[in-house]
């Protein structure tokens, strides 16, 4: 079965700073990897995915991802942070066997002081 | 409103009482996933179903808990004789299996049993 690790529980930033979260899976096989953000009071939303292809995958709002095989990481980064991204942040893994059925890891919540 | 649909927002009852939450997908998705989420924690995979079929059932689904999608369009989900470890976030999404994105997720239905 697969398993995900986020390494920070809590992130407090101020706004400008650049961002990186880190992300990484157990699983031997193929997988499709997702982050899903969930601001205050809000549903979780997906920031980004990667299926195939470029490894560095670009999501909404200036986030990106770098999926790195050898390490089975998918770190999620952005170069500048503003208040409003102020949010929980998940990293999910679906191992292409598993009938789109995604494991998430943790979350962590990031807090942007304005 | 054509995103995901569940309800009630939220809802507390008695231990020993039983529940029943609602998940109305998109329409056009034959995808339902049913996630739990605890306070601190990712989401938790508890069930899914293609159209009507429920193609598989998590271990954390204990005898108590049961899942329907009688026509393949909404679902339920319920829970029997309510334990105080049953509070938690219960997340509907769904999707349109082997499309290439993540799923849509509802806003979830907050249990707390007191």
């Known amino acids: 079965a697969q398993s995900v690790s986020q390494h920070n529980h809590h992130v407090i930033l101020s706004e400008a700073a650049s961002l990186e979260l880190g992300c990484n899976y157990s699983?031997?096989?193929?997988?499709?990897l997702f982050w899903y953000v969930q601001y205050p009071g809000q549903h979780l939303q997906l920031l980004l995915k990667?299926?195939?292809?470029?490894?560095l995958v670009k999501g909404i709002k200036g986030f990106e991802a770098e999926f790195i095989k050898s390490k089975f990481s998918f770190n999620l980064r952005k170069p500048s942070v503003q208040w409003s991204d102020t949010a929980e942040y998940f990293c999910a893994v679906n191992a292409h066997a598993a009938g789109n059925k995604l494991t998430f890891g943790g979350g962590t919540r990031v807090l942007v002081k304005p | 409103d054509t995103g995901v649909s569940q309800d009630p927002r939220h809802k507390i009852t008695k231990r020993g009482q039983n529940v029943t939450f609602r998940c109305d997908p998109i329409?056009?998705?034959?995808?339902l996933y049913w996630y739990r989420q605890t306070l601190g924690q990712g989401p938790e995979f508890l069930t899914y179903?293609?159209?009507?079929?429920?193609?598989?059932k998590s271990r954390l689904l204990s005898d108590r808990f049961s899942a329907e999608r009688p026509k393949g369009s909404f679902s339920t989900l319920e829970i029997q004789r309510t334990e105080q470890g049953d509070s938690a976030m219960y997340l509907c999404a769904s999707m349109v299996a082997g499309a290439n994105y993540g799923y849509t997720f509802g806003s979830g239905t907050r249990l707390t049993v007191v």
């Open positions: 699983y031997g096989g193929t997988v499709n």
């Open positions: 179903f293609q159209n009507e079929a429920q193609l598989e």
């Open positions: 990667y299926f195939s292809g470029d490894p």
């Open positions: 329409s056009e998705h034959n995808r």
